[in-house]
T-cell receptor
Framework: DAKTTQPPSMDCAEGRAANLPCNHS???????VYWYRQIHSQGPQYIIH???NNETNEMASLIITEDRKSSTLILPHATLRDTAVYYC?????????????FGTGTSLTVIP | GAVVSQHPSRVICKSGTSVKIECRSL??????MFWYRQFPKKSLMLMAT?????????EQGVEKDKFLINHASLTLSTLTVTSAHPEDSSFYIC??????????????FGSGTQLSVL
């Protein structure tokens, strides 16, 4: 079962930063937060992940609150190609391995 | 990044026929692959975990006899939708991880298969 909640949709002006929030209030101490995005009718694309420290890569930054109950994905300079559905995922660890359960996602529209 | 290939990308079949979807990890070995299902404008729903050399693990509510999974090698998993009906029409996506269980485990996804059952 998904352990995340996200706003269903957001708009962002081209060139501005897009800040996508995610709540994961029931996250356990060893569970990671992942972000993927999906452009229409394609497989999801990995963006970033983290445990408790903030993370940055060439695509985005991930800010995780100190209590780990929420996080924010930041796309620093949104372009039209960033229009997609963004999924915040908690990776759940089982004895048999990790499972990735997708929440409902946020549909981000970048406006020219 | 790691590449996962899924085939076919689109299939149309008659009701009552069976359809096989292939998922291959092209540049890494995957002891475990995952199958998801997605309805229009909805999120991905995990159907089953495919384990190389052993039986798949199905999520609650997923019919094992309807969705047959075979993971015969470290680079290939197949999903067969048996006796397909229109309600099985959906977008099916596979994924795999090159570092199963590691701290930095990432899932890499195939491009998906759009199944339409007439």
């Amino acid at each position: 079962d998904a352990k995340t909640t996200q706003p269903p949709s957001m708009d962002c002006a081209e060139g501005r930063a897009a800040n996508l929030p995610c709540n994961h209030s029931t996250i356990s101490g060893n569970e990671y937060v992942y972000w993927y995005r999906q452009i229409h009718s394609q497989g999801p694309q990995y963006i970033i992940h983290g445990l408790k420290n903030n993370e940055t890569n060439e695509m985005a930054s991930l800010i995780i609150t100190e209590d780990r109950k929420s996080s924010t994905l930041i796309l620093p300079h949104a372009t039209l190609r960033d229009t997609a559905v963004y999924y915040c995922i908690v990776r759940v660890a089982y004895n048999t391995g990790n499972q990735f359960y997708f929440g409902t996602g946020t549909s981000l529209t970048v406006i020219p | 990044g790691a590449v996962v290939s899924q085939h076919p990308s689109r299939v149309i079949c008659k009701s009552g026929t069976s359809v096989k979807i292939e998922c291959r990890s092209l540049d890494f070995q995957a002891t475990t692959m995952f199958w998801y299902r997605q309805f229009p404008k909805k999120s991905l729903m995990l159907m089953a975990t495919s384990n190389e050399g052993s039986k798949a693990t199905y999520e609650q509510g997923v019919e094992k006899d309807k969705f047959l999974i075979n993971h015969a090698s470290l680079t290939l998993s197949t999903l067969t939708v048996t006796s397909a009906h229109p309600e099985d029409s959906s977008f099916y996506i596979c994924s795999a991880s090159p570092r199963r269980g590691g701290q930095n485990e990432k899932l890499f996804f195939g491009s998906g298969t759009q199944l339409s059952v007439l």
